[in-house]
């Protein structure tokens, strides 16, 4: 968020967009369903997750968020409407709240640092919205084979072509929208390779 200005700029920004810091225990609603909230920010540490409930209660999970990444920032942009999703923290989390809806006024279009925040965000949100274009044709492909794969495509491997997975096999079930039996047993092939890795259990499949 702070790429291009420079460090001695960084507290008259902060101070522009009233920046607090809180932090969230596991498990915590920092947004809800139906909120027209102003939690608004950049993670400073922690994993929150977004998702939301279908019509049966089921959770869908949307994206995780990582440490320096923004949230909340095109409900800002929007006029703060209702959220469509939620948000919790799914690790102990501390973040930065920021009021980007500071960055629709007039005074943006005469300081240089708000111009650069707001090119920023703006580069951000495209990559969001990538992820998102990606997300929907991980859940086009029929076939869970054809989810895993595509959804392995958008991931780093290390030099030994090992994934290291951010979910555990529920989250990633939840995230591919798939039943966790058939998962295990589509990844059990991969484990035979030894090609994936899932966090906490730190087991391969």
Same mark, same amino acid.
């Given at each position: 968020m702070f790429n291009g200005i420079q460090p001695r700029k960084y507290r008259e920004v902060l101070s522009c967009l009233n920046a607090t810091v809180r932090e969230y225990p596991r498990? $915590?609603?920092? +947004?809800? @369903?139906?909120?027209? #909230?102003?939690? *608004?920010?950049?993670? /400073? !540490?922690?994993?929150?997750?977004?998702?939301f409930y279908d019509e049966n209660g089921n959770q869908i999970s949307i994206c995780r968020f990582c440490p320096g990444e923004v949230f909340g920032a095109e409900l800002a942009c929007t006029g703060?409407? $209702?959220?469509? +999703?939620? @948000?919790?923290?799914? #690790?102990?989390? *501390?973040?930065?709240? /920021? !009021?980007?809806?500071?960055?629709?006024?007039?005074?943006?279009?005469?300081?240089?640092?708000?111009?650069?925040?707001?090119?920023?965000?703006?580069?951000d949100m495209a990559q969001q919205l990538l992820f998102f274009n990606t997300k929907v044709r991980i859940l086009a492909q029929k076939r869970l084979r054809d989810r895993l794969k595509i959804y392995l495509q958008t991931l780093t491997p290390d030099e030994k072509g090992c994934y290291s997975l951010p979910y555990t096999r529920t989250e990633l079930a939840d995230f591919l929208c798939v039943d966790r039996s058939a998962l295990s047993v589509s990844c059990a092939g991969c484990a035979m390779r030894g090609s994936l890795i899932f966090p906490v259990q730190r087991f391969t499949c």
């Open positions: 498990g $915590a609603h920092i +947004v809800e @369903l139906g909120e027209q #909230s102003h939690n *608004t920010g950049v993670l /400073l !540490d922690g994993t929150m997750e977004e998702f703060w409407t $209702a959220s469509p +999703v939620c @948000l919790r923290a799914s #690790s102990d989390c *501390t973040v930065m709240q /920021l !009021d980007f809806s500071a960055l629709m006024s007039q005074k943006t279009l005469t300081c240089p640092c708000r111009m650069q925040v707001t090119a920023n965000l703006m580069q």
